[in-house]
């Protein structure tokens, strides 16, 4: 049987397959939208929450918002997790498209870190080696690096 005669014969069938095919993909994998995890855990002395959001465009991500609840009764932990968490995202400070805001509470400890990939400068990032800030960071590896630390994840 030749192609011509084969298309003839199926040739719509395979048309709606490959139409199938690539309306399930875009399902499974939408070129824009919105990723949300989410990690809960509960240590010795606290409880921790994470909640990641991405906005994404043809698989590249725009813009990622980072929201860590630790709660204790103990506010020593507290204001050592603070600390903690202040140390560790200093390195930040001075790249404009990266805000962090830091907020201690009664009994938790909130904070808030917002990257804009689209306003991220190449040259401050690259000092940093660090995978959640490439320039162009597709959302499939971020959404492999938070499963792989446990998070669920599903878009919007």
Not at 103 to 129: E, G, H, I, W
Not at 139 to 147: F, T
């Amino acid at each position: 049987m030749t192609l011509t005669v084969f298309m003839k014969k199926y040739g719509n069938i395979v048309i709606i397959g490959i139409i199938f095919i690539i309306a399930i993909l875009l399902i499974l994998f939408p070129p824009f939208g919105k990723m949300e995890c989410k990690i809960k855990s509960a240590p010795a002395d606290l409880s921790a929450e994470y909640d990641y959001s991405a906005k994404f465009s043809f698989w590249i991500v725009n813009d990622l918002t980072v929201k860590e609840v630790v709660s204790s009764d103990d506010k020593e932990v507290l204001e050592n997790y603070k600390s903690d968490i202040e140390e560790q995202y200093r390195i930040y400070d001075s790249i404009n498209s990266i805000n962090n805001n830091i907020v201690l509470n009664d009994k938790s400890v909130v904070s808030t870190f917002y990257v804009n990939y689209d306003k991220l400068d190449a040259k401050q990032v690259k000092k940093l080696d660090n995978d959640y800030l490439k320039k162009k960071i597709t959302i499939g590896k971020l959404k492999k690096i938070y499963k792989n630390n446990g998070a669920s994840c599903h878009y919007k």
